[in-house]
């Protein structure tokens, strides 16, 4: 699914979408062990007044539409450095750009304030939500999202319940599982792995994506799941729950377009994207519908610059700003 990444609360795109914007610290109601962007410095319980404004979401959108070809997106994908459902306008958004762009909307949230109901009903104009789960109990929710103060498993389960009712697109489930080396409580045992699945029974998306990290977590004695326990996993959930697609990390194939539109501005595109994730080059590549040897080139160039640095992570390099 390639995407145009939307509004994320915790930052603006800014100028001339980001090169000269230094991203705040991200604003999330969770703190995840295994979160790509490293400790939520600004944690809260509940919606805040939003750092991203319709219209000047709509301003950068033009413009970021003024550099693609409209054939080359599939979906219009609310995510990035924070929790986007923290902002109450996210539904007029929604149809801000589903009206700008005539293409799908997705939202991606951690489901902590699906108990709201102005945040359903925000979520209800997607036309897909990918809703985080990683947790079968309040225990280790604490242990591996570790919520802002307030925040309960029952509601959140509660929450999904309902909006699966109240969505008219698809709901899909998203659920990251952790090894670690002890230190932290994680959710591929058995034990976990059979609660989350009665919660799929409950819940009834019409997808479960899953998941296992595959960037620098902020933990760094949380591990990713070895691809035959991530089989053993996928293969339990097709068996026990119906109607309801399974879909494994490890199972999908990289899908990059060839449909770039000639830009050139290459180098502020790739900053943007790594300024609010750690990327390996494969990432940044699929996501600017890029050649990996065009993104290569400039990546050694902004690192010769001193504007990118490298992180490695398991046998891979990530590029960050
Ligand atoms: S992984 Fe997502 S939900 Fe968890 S702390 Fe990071 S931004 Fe927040």
Redesign the pocket.
Known sequence: MSTIYGPVLSWRLGRSLGIDVVPPP?T?T???V????GR?LRKVSGPVEGQVRREELLRDMRRTLDLLDPRSIDYVTFSG???PTLNLKLGDMIEDLRNLVDKPVAVLT?SSLVDNEVVRRSLAKADLVVA?LDAPNQSLLEDI?RPAKGILHKNIVDGLVKVRGEVHGELALQIMFIESNASHAVNANCEAVEGLIRLVQEIEPDEVQINTPTRPPSEKDVFPLKPNRMEEITRRFRASVEHTRIVSRYEEKEKVSPKWLGYNKVEEEILGLIQRRPCRLGDIAMSLNLPRNVVETHLMELKKRGKVTVVKYGEEDYFKT
Do not use: I
């Open positions: 991200k999330c969770f703190d995840c295994y979160c790509q962007l939520t450095s924070g929790e951690n985080k999202n």
